[in-house]
């Protein structure tokens, strides 16, 4: 049998919302087998399927650069909100960010090896740590490019907390192209389409939505109507093109970007430090251990 830990327990209830025992019950029954255990809490009714682990906890921001065809969106990560304005930190994320689309490295690890202003990137940062005082790291970044008939629909939120970066191909429309990006900063979707949803997702989904319906003591005749009822709800929540548009809730999304002539392709959305977790010091026993060790 697995040895079931804290931590284990821990990252379960993050990710399911569902109480402490119920996580721990899910985890024994599953044998440790995490996603086994998020599916058997779901069966109970006992967790949100939309509820996900992503605490907001690093400070930072996100930036977009659109340069003719070619548009990049980067995180770039900081201690603390504070130093996120700081227009030295400012300055860094524009500077890395026309790097970046300039150079076009396969990942951060290339990134970090590449030269800006004849040193490392990886040196460069540490140079910005040593003047700004706090620590600065390139966490993620996507390049996206478009031809002269397509937009691109760029949008930060709250200054960067969430940034987005949208292809709406065959239409030039670069305001309708925005609104779309705005709506994937608000609602989180996890595909364009539900085309893109795997069958072995949509199975998972089915059977979760099966044993919900069976245990809520629902008549099996009836049960295989409701699972593709509610299966169609979940498209909802997971798929764009299937959502209802913030902007004018009498329509989807599809709706909307089959107004503009064209199609979205592809979208990016960078909460700034989704699934990490910053370590959360207890002010009080730092200050008493330090009390302590000058004694």
Same mark, same amino acid.
């Given at each position: 049998?697995?040895?079931?830990?804290?931590?284990?327990?821990?990252?379960?209830?993050?990710?399911?919302?569902?109480?402490?025992?119920?996580?721990?019950?899910? &985890? @024994?029954?599953?044998?440790?087998?995490?996603?086994?255990?998020?599916? *058997?809490?779901?069966?109970?009714? &006992?967790?949100?399927?939309?509820? /996900?682990?992503?605490?907001?906890?690093?400070?930072?921001?996100?930036?977009?650069?659109?340069?003719?065809?070619?548009? !990049?969106?980067?995180? !770039?990560?900081?201690?603390?909100?504070? @130093?996120?304005?700081?227009?030295?930190?400012?300055?860094?994320?524009?500077?890395?960010?026309?790097? %970046?689309?300039?150079?076009? $490295?396969?990942?951060?690890?290339?990134? &970090?090896?590449?030269?800006?202003?004849?040193?490392?990137?990886?040196?460069?940062?540490?140079?910005?740590?040593?003047?700004?005082?706090?620590?600065?790291? #390139?966490?993620?970044?996507?390049? /996206?490019?478009?031809?002269?008939?397509?937009?691109?629909?760029?949008?930060?939120?709250?200054?960067?907390?969430?940034?987005?970066?949208?292809? %709406?191909?065959?239409?030039?429309?670069?305001?309708?192209?925005?609104?779309?990006?705005?709506?994937?900063?608000?609602?989180? $979707?996890? =595909?364009?389409?539900?085309?893109?949803?795997?069958?072995?997702?949509?199975?998972?989904?089915?059977? @979760?939505?099966?044993?919900?319906?069976?245990?809520?003591?629902?008549?099996?005749?009836?049960?295989?109507?409701?699972?593709?009822?509610? #299966?169609?709800? =979940?498209?909802?929540?997971?798929?764009?093109?299937?959502?209802?548009?913030?902007?004018?809730?009498?329509?989807?999304?599809?709706?909307?970007?089959?107004?503009?002539?064209?199609? @979205?392709?592809? *979208?990016?959305? =960078?909460?700034?430090?989704?699934?990490?977790? /910053?370590?959360?010091?207890? *002010?009080?026993?730092?200050?008493?251990?330090?009390?302590?060790?000058?004694?």
């Amino acid at each position: 049998m697995a040895n079931i830990t804290a931590q284990m327990v821990k990252e379960l209830r993050e990710k399911t919302g569902a109480g402490m025992m119920d996580c721990k019950k899910a &985890l @024994v029954q599953t044998d440790g087998d995490f996603e086994a255990a998020v599916d *058997f809490l779901r069966e109970k009714g &006992l967790a949100a399927a939309g509820k /996900k682990a992503d605490r907001i906890a690093a400070e930072g921001t996100t930036y977009i650069l659109e340069q003719g065809n070619e548009a !990049i969106l980067v995180e !770039i990560n900081a201690e603390t909100d504070f @130093v996120s304005k700081n227009d030295k930190f400012i300055a860094l994320v524009e500077e890395l960010s026309a790097h %970046l689309l300039a150079t076009k $490295p396969a990942d951060v690890e290339a990134a &970090l090896e590449t030269e800006i202003n004849g040193a490392k990137v990886s040196d460069y940062i540490s140079s910005a740590i040593a003047t700004i005082g706090e620590k600065i790291s #390139l966490r993620r970044f996507e390049i /996206k490019t478009k031809t002269d008939a397509d937009a691109f629909g760029a949008y930060l939120h709250m200054g960067g907390r969430i940034g987005v970066l949208v292809v %709406l191909e065959g239409s030039t429309d670069a305001a309708a192209a925005k609104d779309i990006a705005m709506h994937i900063a608000a609602i989180n $979707p996890t =595909y364009v389409s539900r085309d893109e949803v795997s069958a072995e997702e949509v199975e998972r989904e089915r059977k @979760v939505l099966t044993e919900q319906a069976l245990n809520e003591g629902k008549p099996e005749n009836i049960v295989a109507k409701m699972v593709e009822g509610r #299966l169609g709800k =979940y498209f909802e929540d997971v798929c764009l093109l299937d959502q209802t548009f913030v902007k004018n809730s009498d329509q989807k999304v599809r709706t909307f970007v089959e107004s503009t002539g064209g199609n @979205v392709t592809g *979208f990016t959305r =960078y909460a700034v430090g989704e699934g990490i977790e /910053k370590k959360e010091d207890n *002010f009080a026993e730092e200050v008493m251990s330090q009390v302590k060790g000058s004694n």
